[in-house]
Nanobody
Framework: QVQLVESGGGLVQAGGSLRLSCAAS????????MGWFRQAPGKEREFVAAISRPGGNTFYADSVKGRFTISRDNAKNTVYVQMNSLKPEDTAVYYC???????????????????????WGQGTQVTVSS
């Protein structure tokens, strides 16, 4: 099981940008597809973005497409999400996730196939003010 630690959250005005990072432990980071999810107060956790193991494929929720960019650096065991043109509705706790069989186990149907996310970080708060 990979251990995940997010950073980079904070308070930003609408239209601004943030970059979240997720550092993964272990030598097998490159074996995992990675993703970002978010959960706003009173709402269910929702998918944001995913990236394949080598990083050649990315997939986004419609709500963030064109504004967010997911990337990974396998040499640094880190996955990122660059968030531009932020909106108040992007306010949420953002979670990093890795493919795996832990709980909760959340499937995502990407353009290149199904991914099952089962390893989670503790989350980082993103607040976008209007």
């Amino acid at each position: 099981q990979v251990q995940l630690v997010e950073s980079g959250g904070g308070l930003v005005q609408a239209g601004g940008s943030l970059r979240l990072s997720c550092a993964a432990s272990g030598r097998t980071f490159s074996r995992y597809a990675m993703g970002w999810f978010r959960q706003a107060p009173g709402k269910e956790r929702e998918f944001v973005a995913a990236i394949s193991r080598p990083g050649g494929n990315t997939f986004y929720a419609d709500s963030v497409k064109g504004r967010f960019t997911i990337s990974r650096d396998n040499a640094k065991n880190t996955v990122y999400v660059q968030m531009n043109s932020l909106k108040p509705e992007d306010t949420a706790v953002y979670y990093c996730a890795a493919g795996g069989s832990g709980r909760p186990r959340v499937p995502v149907y990407t353009s290149w196939g199904r991914l099952d996310f089962g390893s989670w970080g503790q989350g980082t708060q993103v607040t976008v003010s209007s």
